[in-house]
């Protein structure tokens, strides 16, 4: 699928830039090219894709949905409508407070929480364009599990009280007219969220490509498997808790961790970091502390981080 | 008249009141907009997503920021 433009790599490389081919220096810059024109083609297809389908799928029309569920059900749904409603730490706590105040159950607002940053588009395509579709599908896959079951978890550990109390004072009514939209403006909304994004995300994307390509052409293969490869029990939770604060980078930070891979961390560990870097994020946790206790994040956090770590461990053993 | 964005502080939000401010003054409205961060206005309206731009307190545009054409035409549609 990407034949061409390995093609263009090797044009660009050998014959415009008239690098001499099979050195380290041809090997980095091929790779860097092959991968940032890869990524970005598919940046744009996906996250246009995602639009428009969002654009039938408002967080408000989730509510809808959600608010007359039942909690297992619930919880499921809430996962899954988490992949395509993307995350900014700038809407969580409207999202918060407009699932809860309509009635959503906390265990399944939270599912929601967890399934929204940790599987959004933009790892998507970075998974799909630098693994391919079985890792991607695998991240998804357990993504889900995580929010499904995290969710269903804090909602049995009844946790109501550690939410702050002026959350239950308002109720509102899920039911609202949104402004309706053509297909146009599905178009516009689509063609705008998208290079809202690229604009967000280019410059991570291109620095983590860059190391990337660097750490491809120049380290030898295997040469962190000594210390983070399989057997190193400790590599999975240092990912994690690495990871915490990387939130806002995590559009470079996946290449990097790409060829990181390549020169012998393993998959799980892999897989664990950049569920960490989407997942647990410490600017959403402040924002968070607005309308709920620190306790109550913790055990959020805790419960996530658990679950991300036994995913970790558990492709260690399976994709020796 | 009443043009207000409604926003929880982050960056969209400001440059989205920046050019509102712009575009309305363009568009010859003499009302001041205003710029609120009051997230449970937003949440009152039923809307999950900042920053909101409203007009008469009826949201007209959710989570976006448009550019300068597309945002006239949303404003010189809703006054």
Not at chain 1, 258 to 281: C, D, I, R
Not at chain 2, 56 to 79: E, F, G, Q, T
């Amino acid at each position: 699928m990407f034949y061409p433009i390995q093609l263009l790599a090797d044009f660009l490389t050998y014959t415009i830039l008239g690098i001499v081919p099979k050195t380290l220096l041809a090997s980095a810059v091929n790779f860097f090219i092959f991968d940032t024109i890869k990524i970005f083609i598919l940046l744009f297809v996906i996250i246009f894709v995602v639009s428009i389908i969002r654009s039938y799928l408002l967080p408000e029309k989730i509510r809808a949905i959600l608010s007359r569920k039942n909690k297992y059900v619930g919880n499921v749904l809430a996962s899954l409508l988490g992949i395509i409603t993307p995350f900014c730490s700038c809407s969580a706590i409207p999202l918060f407070l407009g699932f809860v105040q309509a009635g959503v159950p906390l265990g399944t607002t939270f599912s929601f929480l967890i399934a929204s940053p940790m599987i959004n588009e933009v790892a998507l395509v970075l998974l799909l364009g630098l693994f391919g579709w079985k890792i991607a599908l695998i991240y998804i896959t357990s993504g889900l599990v995580i929010a499904i079951l995290s969710g269903i978890i804090i909602g049995k550990l009844k946790v109501e009280n550690l939410v702050e109390s002026f959350v239950y004072e308002n109720s509102i009514n899920g039911n609202i007219d949104l402004p309706s939209m053509t297909m146009k403006d599905r178009v516009n909304y689509a063609f705008d969220y998208t290079k809202d994004i690229l604009k967000k995300v280019w410059l991570y994307v291109l620095i983590g490509i860059g190391i990337g390509a660097w750490i491809h052409g120049y380290l030898p293969a295997d040469f962190l498997a000594q210390y983070a490869g399989s057997g190193k029990w400790y590599a999975v939770p240092l990912a994690v808790l690495v990871g915490i604060p990387l939130y806002s980078n995590a559009a470079g930070v996946i290449p990097l961790v790409s060829a990181l891979t390549e020169k012998g961390v393993s998959m799980g560990t892999t897989l664990a970091f950049m569920m960490s870097v989407t997942a647990l994020s410490l600017p959403e946790f402040m924002i968070l502390k607005k309308v709920m206790k620190t306790k109550l994040i913790l055990i959020f956090a805790g419960i996530v981080g658990v679950g991300i770590m036994f995913t970790g461990y558990l492709f260690n053993f399976i994709l020796k | 008249m009443k043009i207000e964005v409604i926003g929880s502080g982050c960056k969209k939000c400001k440059a989205l009141f920046e050019l509102t401010k712009e575009v309305s003054s363009e568009l010859g409205i003499n009302d001041e907009v205003i710029y609120s961060n009051d997230i449970n206005k937003i949440v009152a309206m039923g809307i999950m997503q900042s920053p909101v731009l409203a007009i008469n307190d009826k949201p007209v545009l959710v989570s976006m920021l448009p550019d300068k054409k597309r945002l006239k035409d949303i404003i010189s549609k809703n006054i």
